[in-house]
Structures are given as structure tokens and as C-alpha cells.
């Protein structure tokens, strides 16, 4: 495929493609705040759930998109030898004469096929409505574009699947005889008996409906309950019997435990030149059976149904717009439309429930669940709080954490597979994402907030398991005096941070454990390190301290076995260039916490904890900075299982990582000399000549069965060399932190170029989790790359963000990105103010050669020549403007 796509047609996100019905791994998300999450192909495939134990449409992975034959379906019979399947599902030769146009938008998605040798055409419009019904809405408009009448039979075909994802290849036929099937006047609604697990069958209480009407309020003519009976004996869903020898439901026959089928066929209709019918079908997934004919008497015509299509466009369009761009690009502007909300989606979520996640089965990941709501704080931070208070709930007091959050407050799981592991970079990003909410709001009391930890059975870092511990213990943590225990948000943020400092392996770097953020780097337990995220812990720690200056008290609260981590203060610093007494400390750390510690509060010092944490950050800096720079120009950012170096020539072969060098950038561990040929560097051994796209690491050759699994990929996919979005836009941030402003917006440009390159990524607009080797975008719309995207282009590249609640303004803008008209902007909040920030380039200097001049706002001057980069306007001068659009003009000279 050569011709784009897609194409935008407005400036709210939507567009068109006449070519997507060709590529069989597209699909949408379709969803609401709650419950209901559907994904749906151009030819309707996908399915419909609400957790991972209720799918009301069976299961659909990636393959399953052009594999499987269920699909929401409408028929249309005209005679033996004329059947159209309007979705273009069908054995019949007609479907290729279909001509297809698929239109979409944020979040709905309406399908046009018309056939002129049927001498019809059909319009599918299906979203889910964001009043929060419990349903997706099918409207089906069927119009006669011949010159004569045309007679025909629709049929709506269903087929359901009603029960857990666990059956479908667990019991997928004992499941089938739970199946109860009751025939209502619209449709049908399924409920089986049971919830099937043989650790302990459960009585089922919810119900799968799928009713229907002509947009008349009349009822389908005849109800197809079972796929069986809809097929006929070939069980082909593409070619039923019911449909292709007009074969009538039969009377009085066995519908119940069977694989369900909600098959409608309405009265026989004729239809005049021009003439147009609609039909409707609500799909949907609930608790409350009485409760099924009041969700479907809200969308049972269709100008209640374009009523609520209209509500959930402008519900979408309210999200997607809260940061909104106004650059020469309007195409970026709209793509960065649909990126804006993907971190909502994955609140909504999570790593699941769409065809390329069929490893997830619900909750949320921890550090998914951290990321993510640094785009939420930019966007509503008031809102975040109570979030980062329940989150903090999964922290162990070994310094890791549960890691698969529940939907419901303070659910936590250990691990999704039920497997004893950590991740060793999970203790950062709590408080990067904390440390911006505070920037955000001034919110500092927040530190102070007392939340209880996360208590299983597995301890000291899961190196233990404790075997008197059984879930009807709880998953809380408890003192000696077995109440259970309240620490500050601040204690828990030392607790991950301390720990990790002194859990080191033989080169004094933070031990790798089960991996970091690269998940494909599982196979250094016993002896991997990770340099790169010790970049991070380093940049941590002293954060914190600095956060710590700023705090109006003289004594910090912490239970009294922490303190044996805050060694400069209790007991004298060790010398921690010792990397075996580093993992003596911690030892002793964690046997003092193990069951029934006194966990007693103490105080101590807030001086004295700053100067330790600052003591800490900076050994660790000039330690990475004195081991870890490479000869070769770079950094070296992993030790294997085998103690040896990961990175650098390695037997005649270049080894490099982006992971590696976009820490210790960002950490400010790399100095400006070390950047910049880090940066040569990269463009040498991982940039991409062709799409400008980076690598995530150069190919090493050969598997490294003691890393990971993830050089047991092929090359240029998944973690091994793929172009990953996520570090991509990490890299962009520390670059722009650092202040390689123009490297910076090559690579995030580089993403968005690779992204709307659609004869090579086929994707719709989004930002995929990664790009392989072919520049095709992977895993869609799911992936924490988004809210890293959005706070890099907000807080760095357009330079708005909060500093202790004041708003600072400190732009890092390329020439390149001004206009004709030497404007550019954004639309976002601050102290629940909406502003549209402009800023105006009158020589179109570039970043580094111009200063902010001016500032007004609201068209009044509120500062001028001020010939410095960065200005700061008071969170007090914000909070007093209105509530509609305040404009903030910055004039760069």
C-alpha cells in the first residue's frame, strides 16, 4: 500500500480512509469512563467486555482481527442467489464490489459500503455512549442508491461469547453448557449459571443482552438464539445457512447450553429509489437485569441515538482538547488530538482489553500507573490526589511493591502470573510523578499524608517467602502490635528510594533483579546491574533533598528501622564505595522488618536527612561518572548475569543502548561534553537514515541468554532494537532538560513523522508503543509514551510548567516550529485557570539565540524587556483570572 491511509477532514480529530478495510490489524477503541470497553475493526470485528471475566463478544487478539470468523454482522437478504453481508464479512463474491469508506473520530467510527449490483448502501455507526450506559450502540442505515425498488431481509448476527476470557481455551465447550439463552420481545439476553473455576465455581450474576428495533420501535421478526441454529451444521459464520437458504428459527428447539447467538431478523422490507431505513442494536454487559429495557429505550430510534453520538463527540473532544496545539503543522496539531488521550484510555484500560494486549487481564501496572498520571497532573491535578494516596498503598516496606493495581480503591495484586519478582526501577517513578504534582499545585502537604503498605508474603525484595502469611491475613501491613501501620507519603518515598541505594551487586550499581523498565532484560537476577536507572535513583535522591529544603518543619517522622538506612545520621556513613557492606546494611534492614517489627516512629533531623540524601546522590553520580563512560563515547548502562559489561565493543561488535545514555542525560550525570558525543554517537550506531527513528539498542548479534529475552527477539522488534516511542520521548526530555533543545525536537519529530507515515506504520493516528523494522507502529493507543510525550512538548519544548505552584514560563522552541506568521501555541490549565499560551518570534531566532522580551496577559503588559529565558508568573496572579480562555502572549526577541 502506497497512498496514505488516512486523511484528516476537520480540526477536531477526524478523519477518513477509503483503504483501511484492506489491512486486517486495524481496529478502535471504543469505550466510556466505565464499564464498557469494545475495540472494532473497518469490518466490525473486535469484541466487547468490561473486565477480563465478562466479554460479551469472544476474545480477539491481533490475529484474531482477520482470523476469526465473529463479528458484529448485518445481512441482507435479497434472493438464493443474492446475500450481502454489510460489514463485508461474508464467503459471497459481492463483498468486492463493495466501494468502502470508513470515517472516525474520537471515539466512534462510521463505516459506508455501497454495492451497486445489491443497489444498496449501509452506513454502520457504532461508539459507546459517554453517558456511561453499560453499551455499545450499532446504527445501521440502509439506503437504496439503484434506480428500482429492492426487497430484502435484514438480519442482525451476533454471535456471543458471554463469559470469561479464561474459557476460551479452558473448558471453552463445558462453559458453553452454563449458557441460559432467554428470548425477549427485542433480542435476547444471556445469563449462565455459573462463573467457572475449578479453584472454586461462583454463582454468576451478570447478564449479556444484545436487543434490536427498526428505528420504528418494531421488534425483529424472528430471534436466532444459538449459533447452531444461525449456521446450520458448517458452523461458518461467514456463509450462515439462515441467511443464504432463508432458513427460519425452528420451533420449541433446544437453545439453552449452547454457544449463544443473537441473530435478529427484522420483517422483510421494501425499499424505494432514495429511500433509507435504520435499524438499531444495543450490545452490552450488565449486573442488573431489570435494568436492560431502560438501557435500550434511551437508544431505541435514531435521533436518540445521534442525540447521544453528539454527547459522546463533544465528551472526547473536551478531553482531547485540554492541551491543544496551534503550530503551521495542523495535521500534528490533530494527530497530537489523539495522543492527548491515550493516557485516559489507559486509565480506563490499562495494558488490556484491545487486540494487541492479550497478555493483560486487567488492573493497571505499577509503573504504567505512575506514568500515566503525570499527563493526568498537566491536565487536572486537583483530581490526582486521592490517585497518588491509593497508589502509595502498594508500596512494601522492602522498598518494592505490588504490581498490577485493581480498579477498586486499595485493590492490589502481587503480580499478574502470580509470580515471585520485582522490578528495580519501580521505586522511581512515584516520585518523579509525585515531585510533579507538588511543582504542579504547592501541594506540599501531600508529603505529610498517612497511607498504610502493601503486605504479602513475599519479603526482603521477594528473595524470601514468608509461610505463616495467608490472604485472610489482609494486605496491609501491621506493626508488632498487629494494628496496622500509617506512614507519610514522604516515608514511603524514602523507603524505595533508600532501600535501592544500598541493594547493589558487584560493581556497586543498583542490582538489575527480575528487569527495569526494558521488561525483555529478565534474565540478570542473581547478578545483573543496571547503571541506567541507578542514573535515576541518583537524580531521586537528590530531588528529594532539595524538595526537603522547602518543607516548614525541623524534624521528619519515620518508623524507627528506616533509620538504619539514613546510616550518616544513626550510626556514621559506611563507607559505601563497599559494595558488600551496602548489602550488609540492607540485610540487616530486612531482617529487622521482617513479622513483627515494632515499626515505632521516631524522629530526626530534617538538616541532617537532606545532608545524607545529598551525600548519597552525589557518591552514586561521580560513581556511574568515573566507571560507566566508555572509551567508545558513551555510557555503559547494564552489567549481565555473568558480571560482564553489556555495553561498548564487545568483540569487534558496537554494543549500545538508548537506556544507557538517556538517564544519564537526564539525571545530568553526563556533562555537556559527554552529551554531546553520546549524541554523535547515537546518530552513528542507532539512528535510523532513513526514518530518523532511534533504536532501543544496536544489534548485539546474538542472544544473551544472561540479560534477557529480549535479544532472543529478532532484531529491530519488540525490545531489541525496535524504535520504542517510550525511551525515544525520554531521550527527548533529558535532552531538552539538558538543554539540546533542537536534538530534542528531532526526536520527538522523528516519532510523529514515523506515526503519519502510514503506507509504512498502518496504524490510525495514535502513538504506538513501538515502530519494528519495517516502520510499522505496534501495540496502539495502550502505551505510557503518550503522557511522556505530552509532558515533554508541554514542560520542555513549549517550557510551561508549575515550580512549587508558580507557573514558569521558559520556552525551548526551534525556529523550525514557528510559522509564516512566526506564531506558535498551546492550550492548557494551571491552577484551574484555562490559558492559551502564545508566543510570537518576530526575528525567527532560535532556541538559544532569543530571550523572553514581553509577557502580557490578556492583552495586558505584565513584564518587558526582561531579556532572560525563563519568567515566572506568580500562581496567585493566575488563580485571580477568569474561567473562560485567558491568553498569555510571550514576545521572544
Not at 463505516?111 to 443497489?119: A, D
Not at 428459527?249 to 454457544?259: R, W
Not at 497532573?377 to 490526582?384: A, F, K, S, T
Not at 498517612?450 to 489482609?474: A, C, I, N
Amino acid at each position: 500500500m502506497n497512498e496514505p491511509l488516512w486523511r484528516f477532514v476537520d480540526d477536531k480529530g477526524t478523519f477518513i480512509s477509503e483503504n483501511a478495510s484492506r489491512l486486517k490489524s486495524l481496529y478502535l477503541p471504543l469505550c466510556n469512563s466505565f464499564p464498557i470497553i469494545s475495540s472494532i475493526s473497518p469490518d466490525l470485528h473486535g469484541d466487547i467486555k468490561t473486565d477480563y471475566n465478562s466479554y460479551l463478544l469472544e476474545p480477539v487478539s491481533r490475529g484474531g482481527l482477520s482470523n476469526l470468523k465473529t463479528s458484529r454482522n448485518f445481512w441482507i437478504y435479497i434472493n438464493p442467489r443474492k446475500a450481502w453481508s454489510a460489514t463485508g464479512v461474508s464467503k459471497e463474491a459481492n463483498r468486492l464490489e463493495d466501494k468502502f469508506t470508513l470515517e472516525a473520530g474520537l471515539l466512534w467510527q462510521k463505516v459506508t459500503r455501497r454495492n451497486k449490483k445489491i443497489g444498496l448502501r449501509a452506513e454502520i455507526t457504532s461508539f459507546v455512549p459517554a453517558s456511561g450506559e453499560p453499551a455499545e450502540i450499532m446504527l445501521v442505515d440502509i439506503t437504496n442508491i439503484s434506480s428500482r425498488a429492492v426487497k430484502f431481509i435484514p438480519t442482525a448476527a451476533i454471535p456471543l461469547f458471554a463469559r470469561s476470557a479464561h474459557n476460551l481455551h479452558d473448558h471453552r465447550h463445558v462453559t458453553s453448557l452454563l449458557q441460559r439463552v432467554q428470548k425477549e420481545k427485542y433480542g435476547v439476553i444471556v445469563k449462565p449459571t455459573l462463573i467457572f473455576d475449578e479453584s472454586g465455581h461462583k454463582k454468576n450474576h451478570t447478564c449479556y443482552f444484545v436487543l434490536g428495533t427498526d428505528g420504528k420501535l418494531s421488534s425483529p421478526q424472528y430471534i436466532y438464539s444459538t449459533q447452531a441454529e444461525f449456521t446450520g451444521e458448517s458452523g461458518d459464520l461467514e456463509a450462515p445457512e439462515a441467511i443464504l437458504k432463508n432458513i427460519l428459527p425452528a420451533k420449541n428447539s433446544h437453545i439453552q447450553g449452547k454457544e449463544s447467538m443473537a441473530g435478529l431478523r427484522f420483517k422483510t422490507c421494501a425499499l424505494k429509489p432514495k429511500g433509507t431505513v435504520s435499524y438499531i442494536i444495543v450490545m452490552g454487559i450488565t449486573e442488573d437485569k431489570s435494568g436492560v429495557g431502560k438501557i435500550f429505550s434511551k437508544f431505541n430510534n435514531p435521533v436518540k441515538i445521534k442525540k447521544a453520538l453528539e454527547e459522546n463527540k463533544a465528551y472526547w473532544r473536551e478531553i482531547s482538547s485540554s492541551i491543544a496545539l496551534k503550530t503551521k503543522d495542523t495535521e500534528a496539531d490533530n494527530w497530537f488530538k489523539w495522543v492527548n488521550i491515550q493516557p485516559v484510555l489507559r486509565k480506563i484500560s490499562g495494558c488490556s482489553f484491545l487486540p494487541d494486549f492479550d497478555y493483560g487481564k486487567g488492573g493497571k501496572g505499577w509503573r504504567d500507573l505512575w506514568q500515566d498520571s503525570l499527563s493526568l497532573i498537566l491536565n487536572n491535578p486537583r483530581e490526582v490526589r486521592p490517585l497518588l494516596l491509593n497508589n502509595f498503598r502498594g508500596v512494601r516496606i522492602d522498598g518494592s511493591n505490588a504490581t498490577i493495581i485493581g480498579k477498586n480503591s486499595g485493590e492490589f495484586i502481587a503480580d499478574r502470573n502470580n509470580i515471585s519478582r520485582v522490578w528495580m526501577d519501580h521505586g522511581i517513578w512515584p516520585f518523579i510523578t509525585t515531585h510533579l504534582y507538588i511543582h504542579q499545585t504547592a501541594d506540599l502537604g501531600i508529603l505529610s499524608e498517612q497511607t498504610p503498605y502493601f503486605r504479602d508474603r513475599q519479603l526482603s525484595r521477594s528473595k524470601e517467602l514468608d509461610p505463616g502469611w495467608s490472604p485472610e491475613h489482609g494486605n496491609l501491613l501491621k506493626a508488632g502490635n498487629n494494628e496496622v501501620y500509617y506512614g507519610t507519603v514522604l516515608e514511603h518515598i524514602l523507603v524505595q528510594n533508600l532501600v535501592q541505594f544500598f541493594n547493589v551487586g558487584e560493581h556497586n550499581h543498583i542490582s538489575l533483579e527480575g528487569a527495569d523498565w526494558n521488561d525483555g532484560l529478565d534474565m540478570g537476577y542473581k547478578h545483573g546491574e543496571s547503571v541506567a536507572f541507578s542514573c535515576m535513583y541518583a537524580q531521586n535522591l537528590a530531588s528529594l533533598a532539595q524538595l526537603l529544603e522547602r518543607l516548614d518543619t525541623d524534624n521528619v517522622i519515620i518508623f524507627k528501622e528506616l533509620a538504619a538506612l539514613i546510616d550518616s545520621i544513626t550510626q556514621g556513613a559506611i563507607d559505601y564505595s563497599d559494595a558488600k557492606a551496602k548489602r550488609g546494611l540492607l540485610e540487616r534492614y530486612f531482617r529487622d522488618i521482617k513479622c513483627g517489627a515494632s515499626l515505632e516512629k521516631i524522629t530526626i533531623p530534617r538538616s541532617g536527612l537532606i545532608k545524607d540524601l545529598n551525600n548519597k546522590s552525589e557518591w552514586m553520580r561521580a560513581h556511574i561518572k568515573n566507571s560507566e563512560w566508555l572509551k567508545e563515547g558513551f555510557f555503559n548502562g547494564y552489567y549481565n548475569n555473568d558480571k560482564e559489561r553489556l555495553e561498548g565493543n564487545i568483540n569487534g561488535v558496537i554494543r549500545m543502548t538508548l537506556a544507557g545514555q538517556a538517564f544519564a542525560v537526564m539525571s545530568g550525570i553526563a556533562d555537556k561534553t559527554q552529551t554531546g558525543s553520546l549524541l554523535k554517537n547515537v546518530d552513528r550506531y542507532l539512528k535510523d537514515k532513513r526514518s530518523g527513528g532511534i533504536h532501543l539498542n544496536t544489534d548485539f548479534k546474538k542472544e544473551q541468554l544472561n540479560m534477557g529475552r529480549a535479544f532472543s527477539f529478532i532484531y529491530g522488534d519488540k525490545e531489541n532494537g525496535a524504535f520504542f516511542s517510550h525511551m525515544s520521548v525520554m531521550f527527548a526530555y533529558a535532552l531538552y532538560k539538558q538543554g539540546f533543545a533542537r536534538e530534542g525536537f528531532e526526536v520527538l519529530n522523528s516519532i510523529y513523522k514515523m506515526a503519519v507515515d502510514t503506507p509504512k506504520s498502518k496504524i490510525y493516528p495514535c502513538l504506538p508503543e513501538y515502530f519494528n523494522a519495517e516502520g510499522r507502529g505496534m501495540y496502539s493507543y495502550l502505551t505510557g509514551s503518550a503522557s511522556w510525550y505530552i509532558l515533554t512538548l508541554l514542560t520542555q519544548s513549549f517550557g510551561i510548567r508549575g515550580e512549587y505552584g508558580d507557573l514558569v514560563i521558559e520556552p525551548k522552541l526551534t525556529f523550525k516550529q514557528f510559522g509564516p506568521d512566526k506564531k506558535i501555541a498551546i492550550s492548557t490549565s494551571f491552577a484551574g485557570k484555562p490559558l492559551e499560551v502564545r508566543f510570537i518570534n518576530p526575528g525567527r531566532k532560535d532556541f538559544g539565540v532569543y530571550s523572553i522580551n514581553k509577557v502580557s496577559i490578556n492583552w495586558k503588559t505584565i513584564a518587558e524587556n526582561i531579556k532572560k529565558p525563563r519568567f515566572l508568573i506568580h500562581r496567585s496572579q493566575i488563580a485571580s483570572l477568569s474561567n473562560n480562555i485567558n491568553t498569555i502572549e510571550v514576545i521572544l526577541d
